[in-house]
């Protein structure tokens, strides 16, 4: 009887295999820039965004005083959201100038409030970075544009 149970046991004891539930999570490393494109945030240096800066040009020399500046105050604030080339909340910012005008960013610095409302590419980066909303941290127009230059230094 035991020589018959053990023989049906191994005849009928294939291997099974296990299903398991869940989800498997597979990540890569892409460019930010191309990762944005792919994912549906397009490039757009034509939008200023919306807020106070309406114009603004770069002069061609980088100002390395107010660059300076802007890296002290984006390492006290920003750096909590942000990272110089790699996502992380928000977007990396290298490169941001080749995604967006200087207005947008500025705007984007002084007014997230109101860019994230009114502003369609900042209403797909906060789609895009599962609605983590950039806060405002009430700077001036001059702390705004040292961050700004810090930023064309990256």
Known sequence: MFLALGALIVSCGGKKEEKKDGFEVSRTKTEDKKAEEKEGVPVDLDNKGIGPITNLKFPDEINDEMAARGKA???AICVACHMIDKRMIGPALKGVYDRRS??????MILNPDGMLKED??????LKEYNNAIMLNQNLTEGEARDIAEYLRTL
């Open 73 to 75: 105050k984006f390492d």
């Open 120 to 125: 369609p590419i900042a209403k797909a980066l």
């Open 102 to 107: 200087p207005e947008w960013v500025m705007n």
